[in-house]
C-alpha cells in the first residue's frame, strides 16, 4: 500500500466562473444630501500633506547634494591622476610627444615639473568644503 496515495476523483473540486461576479446597482447620491468634511479635518489633512511632501523633498534633495559632492569629489581625483599621469608620459624622453592633454587645467593648480623626476613617493590628498 502506497503512503502518498492521490485522493479519489470524486474529492477534488474545480471550481469554473461562467462569467463576471454579480454587481450591486450602484443607486446615484445626491451630494447636496452628504455632509461637507469639517473645514479643520480638511486644513489638518492638507499641512499634513504639505509637511510630509516638504520632508520629502528636503531628504531626498540632501541625498542627491551628498552623491554629487561625493561624485565631484572623485572627478577632481581622477583628473588630478590623469594631469600626473600625462606629465609623467611627457617626462620620458624616447616617447614621440604626440600626446594631447585631456583635461584644461587652471592656471594655479600646483603640478610637478615635467622633467625627467620621478613621482613614486608623491601622493595627493585632496579636501573638497562646501
Do not use: Y
Not at 74 to 81: F, Q, V, Y
Not at 107 to 130: E, K, Q, R, V, Y
Amino acid at each position: 500500500m502506497s503512503l502518498l496515495a492521490a485522493p479519489p476523483v470524486a474529492e477534488t473540486a474545480l471550481v469554473v466562473s461562467s462569467g463576471a461576479p454579480p454587481q450591486k446597482e450602484e443607486l446615484p447620491v445626491d451630494l447636496m444630501q452628504v455632509p461637507s468634511i469639517p473645514l479643520q479635518k480638511t486644513l489638518l489633512l492638507l499641512t499634513n500633506f504639505c509637511t510630509n511632501t516638504v520632508r520629502f523633498i528636503n531628504h531626498f534633495s540632501s541625498l542627491c547634494e551628498e552623491r554629487l559632492a561625493t561624485t565631484s569629489k572623485n572627478l577632481t581625483r581622477l583628473e588630478i591622476s590623469l594631469a600626473i599621469l600625462e606629465a609623467k608620459l611627457n617626462s620620458i624622453p624616447d616617447l614621440p610627444s604626440t600626446v594631447t592633454p585631456a583635461v584644461d587645467l587652471p592656471a594655479d593648480l600646483n603640478l610637478p615639473p615635467t622633467g625627467t623626476h620621478t613621482f613614486a613617493n608623491s601622493m595627493i590628498s585632496i579636501s573638497c568644503t562646501h
